[in-house]
Nanobody, 113 residues
Framework: QVQLVESGGGLVQPGGSLRLSCTAS????????MSWVRQAPGKGREWVSR???????TYADSAKGRFTISRDNAKNMLYLQMNSLKPEDTGVYYC???????RGQGTQVTVSS
């Protein structure tokens, strides 16, 4: 079955960087559209970024210029490089297989001094 396992979260100071990873299995990763979504404390889930099978990417306005989504189809891996992090980026980050709406268990990102 589909499995998505996120990692790479942690505590970082404002202005810092983190790289999130998502290990995918149970489906043909290279042909599917993948996204990162996040959920801040007490708020609803927010879409962050999407990558298509041809490598095209899209970003939420809040992520543009600071985050970079990428994928390694040979390794079935999805990444999110996050730079210039802000306290409002705090939340649980999930990778999502868009066509089926399946996401992993998430990884916590906390941006705080």
């Amino acid at each position: 079955q589909v499995q998505l396992v996120e990692s790479g979260g942690g505590l970082v100071q404002p202005g810092g960087s983190l790289r999130l990873s998502c290990t995918a299995s149970g489906f043909t990763f290279s042909t599917d559209i993948m996204s990162w979504v996040r959920q801040a404390p007490g708020k609803g889930r927010e879409w962050v970024s999407r990558i298509f099978k041809d490598g095209r990417t899209t970003y939420a306005d809040s992520a543009k210029g600071r985050f970079t989504i990428s994928r390694d189809n040979a390794k079935n891996m999805l990444y999110l490089q996050m730079n210039s992090l802000k306290p409002e980026d705090t939340g649980v980050y999930y990778c999502r297989l868009d066509v089926r709406g399946i996401r992993g268990q998430g990884t916590q990102v906390t941006v705080s001094s």
